[in-house]
């Protein structure tokens, strides 16, 4: 599968920001999808993740509450709606999907997009 995400820029704090990542080919509901992200200097980190169905969701507890994965099956993408955007949300952001559920490790990973969040 192929990811690319999309959506990213620069907000003053407090503003939103709506990322997407659409998939290529047919078997998008097979793949549990993710979004990292990764600030300069740090290291990647998780932020949420959802179920192939969508039931099920999970967060970083550094932007539960803000932030609300979802997605459209039918489209082929999933969705980052970051509400309440503070600076040090400001990282490149990747989408990543796995066939497994809820895994460590994500095989497939789309570029990442930037989102700047200034004070």
């Known amino acids: 599968v192929q990811l690319q995400a999309s959506g990213g820029g620069l907000v003053q704090a407090g503003g939103s920001l709506r990322l997407s990542c659409t998939a290529s080919g047919r078997t998008f509901s097979s793949y549990v999808m993710g979004w990292f992200r990764q600030a300069p200097g740090k290291e990647r980190e998780f932020v949420a993740a959802i179920s192939r169905g969508g039931g099920t969701t999970s967060y970083a507890d550094s932007v539960k509450g803000r932030f609300t994965i979802s997605r459209d099956n039918a489209k082929n993408t999933v969705y980052l709606q970051m509400n309440s955007l503070k600076p040090e949300d400001t990282a490149v952001y990747s989408c990543?999907?796995?066939?497994?559920?809820?895994?460590?490790?994500?095989?497939?990973w789309g570029q990442g997009t930037q989102v700047t969040v200034s004070s």
């Open positions: 990543a999907a796995d066939r497994d559920y809820f895994p460590d490790e994500y095989d497939y």
